[in-house]
């Protein structure tokens, strides 16, 4: 069975820095391009960043120059390093993977929390 766990969210204050990890399990996720996604309460989930099988990674301009993705395939794991974080960052963060690399999303992780308050 083919599974993705996230972990590492918790409470950052502003300013400060979260690493979040997607570990698959069932497959390699070498063979994936993964992605990193957020939600809020009453809004749609939306992208953080993608990483492709290459390693050549994308990001929306909201996040550019503060989250960076990358992947150890070896450990079978995709990383999200969040630094600078502000308050409207505050989310649950969800990785996602698709064999394909057309935007849609087979599998998705159950969700971390992110909270960024003083």
């Known amino acids: 069975q083919v599974q993705f766990v996230e972990s590492g969210g918790g409470l950052a204050q502003p300013g400060g820095s979260l690493r979040l990890t997607c570990t698959g399990s069932?497959?390699?996720?070498?063979?994936?391009?993964m992605g990193w996604y957020r939600q809020t309460p009453g809004k749609q989930r939306e992208p953080v960043g993608t990483i492709m099988t290459t390693g050549t990674d994308f990001y929306p301009n909201s996040v550019k120059g503060r989250f960076t993705i990358s992947r150890d395939n070896a450990k079978n794991t995709m990383y999200l390093q969040m630094n600078s974080l502000q308050p409207n960052d505050t989310a649950v963060y969800y990785c996602a993977a698709d064999l394909l690399s057309g935007g849609t999303w087979r599998y998705w992780g159950q969700g971390t929390q992110v909270t960024v308050s003083s």
């Open positions: 069932g497959t390699n996720i070498g063979a994936y391009t």
